[in-house]
């Protein structure tokens, strides 16, 4: 790989041993995906995660005198204030390992926006711009929803190329890397945002591999929240970075287009059979439950409207979450609906996420009803069993206390 | 060591340094969360490796996977005690197990000649140079 003077003074420790580790990481990257250079970056997010190696890591690069020279969003952490008021006593350990990660973040040159929908609000690129973006629901909504380019960088890299400013040139941000491979036809009913969820998680369970999908038969333009849905569920059940959605995407203005010119390597179908066979495996039982959980990713503020139009006058049964950012929750607030779902006993809590322990641990061993697939898979592990219901049923099954049929 | 008995192959650096020791090679993906830190064991069920200890080995793996934030949590939490591989020969690198074992400082290579994954077999001695881009595999 060649490198700029600037570059190789990066590497060389000219801008500290902090710039200098960040630069020898993404060298190591770009070697390994055989890029010829690297190339700047307008934007950066980072998949900051609170955990033990996230902290050890963010640390490192800031002792050693790292700054973001591209200040990065970054993704929620936990309110502990919120959460010590309304939930239980946050274990010391717990807000020291919170506190210290929000701190090492701030210090390193992040924008402390604790939202992994920065697609939504305060990060948003424009077509064509090269951008290191982390998180598993943003990377493909920017390349695949704006015609931005970012491949699927992890956490570190991500803040590795926030402090360089550069990124090693392979992969989405090549022109020839973007076109469609496996020719997806989907004949099944996709109408609503939870039909998405659904149509994320099947793709990858019909196809494994990292080729980009091409998806057609899609009639209407996903909502906002139905394109956060999809990339959210298809880069947790696969590791899909990029799609095109033909004749919607930017990319796809017609399927030609989409797969530049070339045959399909391959072609699937997606029938309201497979839809159903994923809400069979996936989205459990009717039953009791004994709290509700939205927002992962993060609610939009129509999202959170929805919420309050069904909550409007009524009494919740079981603890109900929605987790959104600071801004939309202040939105929320604004336009009352905040006070509503509150009047109702419902909690709107911002920077926060569902994967971030222990903020959750009063509901380990229990079960509750959320609308994300991502948000289930990932709680597994916490022995938090969900049940998966569109939005509006969830919301209605926690005002009763249970799913029901 | 006779040099018959010892072979020595090319290959690509994606973290410095050297190491030896003995090789455990996995058919599967590997997804250090689920290596318990203590033992180095591995607890993923069906995995190819589940029960073995993959700590102070040359790990032999096609690729990792699981998110950046699980994946680099579970090596984090290997080398703080001290059970993390001593190097790793990845087939298939992805930018989660490069910036890990960079930051990490565990030699690893990539790119071996094919001829490496028809010799190899766990229990072999196994040095990694990634620094000279080669691996060597002493028999017997």
């Known amino acids: 790989m060649k490198l700029t003077t600037y570059e190789q003074d990066m590497l060389a420790g000219k801008y500290g041993e902090g710039t200098a580790l960040a630069m020898k990481i993404q060298v190591g990257i770009g070697e390994t995906f055989d890029a010829l250079r690297m190339v700047p970056i307008t934007r950066a997010h980072v998949a900051l995660s609170a955990q033990d190696a996230d902290l050890w890591f963010v640390e490192k690069l800031l002792n050693k005198g790292a700054r973001c020279r591209v200040s990065p969003t970054v993704n929620p952490s936990i309110d502990l204030a919120y959460l010590n008021e309304h939930l239980f006593e946050i274990p010391r350990e717990g807000i020291d390992i919170v506190s210290a990660t929000n701190e090492a973040y701030r210090k390193i040159g992040a924008t402390l926006t604790f939202d992994c929908t920065p697609y939504l ?76 969820q659904l149509l994320g998680w099947c793709y990858p369970l019909k196809h494994k591999g990292l080729e980009i999908p091409v998806f057609t038969g899609i009639g209407k333009r996903p909502t906002p ?100 950012s600071s801004l ?32 959750w641990q009063p509901y380990y061993g229990r079960t509750g009803v959320t609308d994300s697939p991502k948000c289930a898979y990932y709680n597994e592990i916490r022995r938090i069993k969900f049940i998966i219901r569109p939005l509006a049923e969830g919301v209605e099954a926690a005002i009763k206390g249970e799913v029901s049929r | 060591m006779s040099p018959e008995t010892s072979v020595s192959l090319k290959c690509r650096k994606i973290a410095e340094g050297k190491a030896e020791g003995e090789a455990i090679i996995s058919a599967d993906a590997i997804c250090f969360y689920l290596v318990q830190p203590e033992t180095g064991v591995v607890v993923e069920k069906y995995h190819s490796l589940e ?69 190899i077999r766990s229990g072999d001695q196994v040095q990694i140079d990634a620094d000279q881009g080669t691996v060597t595999i002493r028999k017997g």
Request: aromatic share 8%; charged share 25%; proline share 5%.
């Open chain 2, 51 to 119: 029960g073995q200890s993959i700590a102070g080995k040359i790990l032999v793996m096609p690729s990792g996977k699981g998110s950046s934030v699980v994946q680099a949590d579970g090596l984090y939490k290997l080398m703080k005690h001290n059970k993390a591989p001593k190097g790793m020969i990845v087939e298939f690198p992805d930018p989660v197990l490069v910036s890990g074992a960079i930051v990490m400082e565990i030699p690893t290579v990539m790119k071996v000649e094919k001829k490496f994954y028809e010799a």
């Open chain 1, 328 to 359: 939309t929750k202040e939105l929320a607030r604004r336009m009352g609906y905040l006070q509503t779902i509150q009047r109702a006993g419902g909690h709107v809590v911002a920077d926060t996420c569902i994967d971030v322990p222990p903020c």
């Open chain 1, 121 to 196: 609000q305060q990060n948003i690129p424009a077509f064509g711009e090269v951008v290191a973006f982390s998180e598993s629901s943003a990377t493909p909504y920017v390349n695949s929803v704006f015609g931005a380019r970012s491949n699927r960088e992890s956490s570190q890299s991500a803040l590795c190329a926030a402090i360089t400013g550069r990124v090693a040139e392979y992969g989405l941000l090549l022109e020839e890397n973007r076109k469609g491979e496996i020719l997806v036809e989907v004949k099944a009913r996709v109408e609503d945002d939870f039909d998405y």
């Open chain 1, 225 to 324: 929240e139905g394109f956060m849905n999809f990339g959210a569920q298809l880069n947790t059940s696969g590791a899909v970075s990029m799609y095109h959605m033909a004749g919607i995407t930017p990319e796809a203005p017609t399927l030609e287009a989409a797969f530049g010119g070339k045959p399909p390597k391959e072609k699937i179908t997606i029938a309201d059979d497979d839809l159903q066979k994923v809400r069979r495996q996936i989205c459990g039982e009717p039953g009791k439950i004994d709290f509700a959980m939205f927002g992962c990713p993060h609610l939009s503020i129509s999202q959170v409207a929805e919420i309050a139009r069904i909550l409007e006058g009524r009494k919740l049964k079981v603890d109900f979450w929605v987790l959104t």
